[in-house]
């Protein structure tokens, strides 16, 4: 990882399908509103690619604007295209190496990893931070890993190289215990997105963020 990057450590992940209240971009806004350092661009649908970046677009037009970081999900076409600072890819994605030389060294670049071994493979491959989860499962899938837990998320965290980024059913209330078993942030879906008031949701896990972080000065 490049020492001028700077990796965020609070994601909001947006959804159209679990949710049918916000539009991507809508979701964008409301989480910079509630403090978030990053949106991260999910789309499972199969939509075309020209739908993929006029979405991207309009997502890192609004984000660029609230001074947060957009991440596309898997895409690093969409990213070279709409102009995204991040891409993060799972294990069925685009290898880090080709994608690194499609975005150049600026891009910032993710990784996923579901056990200890596959994240000492995949922090080894470029990436800058690596996306380790899920720690208390998710049902925003429909066929999860399964859950990894405390235990083994600290285990990557105290021998990763990289910034551990923890995802998968986080909430405001686990994410002191997540901080304290050495994650350097976390990626929150459902909290915000199935809450009733996004903002609000948004603001209570940036304050338990902060307050976990500080905790560790």
Known sequence: ???????PRFQVITDEVLQTRFSH?????????????????REKRLLTT??????????????EAAGVTLVVDDRADVVRSSGAPAVHLGANDLDVPTARAILGSEVIIGGTANSYEEARRVWASG????????????????NPAPTM????????????????IAIGSITAARI???IRAGAYG????????????????????????DAAVGTLR
């Open 127 to 142: 990436v800058d931070y690596l996306g380790v989860g899920p720690i208390y499962g998710t049902t925003s899938k429909a």
């Open 1 to 7: 990882m490049s020492p001028s990057k700077i990796i």
């Open 186 to 209: 976390v990626a929150v879906l459902s909290e915000v997105l199935m809450a009733d008031d996004p903002v609000a949701a948004t603001r209570r896990c940036r304050e338990a963020l």
């Open 50 to 63: 020209r739908e993929l970046i006029a979405t991207a677009r309009a997502m890192c037009a609004a984000c």
């Open 176 to 178: 002191p215990e997540v």
């Open 25 to 41: 971009v809508e979701l964008a806004l409301l989480a910079a509103k509630g403090g978030a350092d990053a949106v991260q661009y």
């Open 149 to 164: 837990g405390l235990k083994v998320l600290a285990q990557i965290c105290a021998a990763s190289p990289l910034p551990i």
